[in-house]
């Protein structure tokens, strides 16, 4: 991913929380020599490597984890909050549109879950952690008959994390105060998205309130 240098983030820590916050993720591949994607949640265990492991599963009758054979690397997108700027926005000039997001591409070699017992306690933690904020979590509980027949229409799988690439966005390259004009916009959005963005914007740039800039253009940084 290309990433400028005012956008770049290797705080493993908020990466790990990015990771949890935005689950639904997008893995990629190649099946029979061409690109392959499939969008699944995964659950990040940071315990048991330097960077973490994605646990997940995939629907038997997909093609894509007959690849997973311990040696090719796959690519796994994890995408945040993210919105149109406009330059009518900017208190500095000259300014054009661009977009602000956050996005987190992991890489890694995924291999098979073929124990049982290990593949069960994975369905356990992923139905756990999303049934965390529900006000009444289901527990779970099935027919063991439905239950195991069921999971032999999954697969299941653990990638093991070698390198993490974090890119957020969030007007870096602007003045303080187009810092601030831009999250003022995107919590007045009716868009709940932006208004997300604003949130992250706030606490990774450290603007809990109105803060004074200087200078009226802004550092020129590639987009993208």
Request: proline share 7%.
């Amino acid at each position: 991913m290309y990433i400028p240098k005012a956008f770049h983030v290797d705080d493993l820590q908020v990466i790990h929380e990015f990771i949890d916050s935005n689950s639904f993720a997008t893995l990629v591949s190649t099946v029979d020599g061409v690109p392959f994607a499939t969008h699944l949640p995964l659950l990040c265990d940071r315990t048991r490597s330097p960077h973490g492991v994605l646990l997940g599963h995939l629907a038997r009758a997909n093609p894509q984890w007959r690849a997973f054979d311990g040696r090719r690397e796959v690519l796994v997108i994890f995408q945040g909050p993210h919105a149109y700027m406009s330059p009518r926005w900017y208190t500095t000039t000259p300014a054009v549109p661009t977009w602000n997001y956050t996005a987190v591409h992991v890489y890694g070699v995924p291999h098979l879950i073929e124990d049982a017992g290990e593949f069960s306690g994975l369905l356990d933690r992923l139905i756990a952690f999303y049934e965390s904020g529900m006000p009444h979590p289901w527990p779970g509980v099935l027919p063991e008959d439905f239950r195991d027949q069921l999971m032999r229409g999954i697969v299941g799988f653990a990638l093991d994390i070698r390198r993490i690439e974090g890119k957020f966005k969030l007007s870096q390259n602007r003045s303080r105060e187009d810092q601030q004009a831009v999250v003022e916009q995107l919590e007045a959005s009716a868009d709940p998205v932006a208004r997300a963005l604003s949130v992250l914007t706030k606490r990774h740039l450290g603007l809990n309130g109105r803060a004074g800039g200087s200078g009226r253009h802004a550092e020129v940084i590639p987009e993208g």
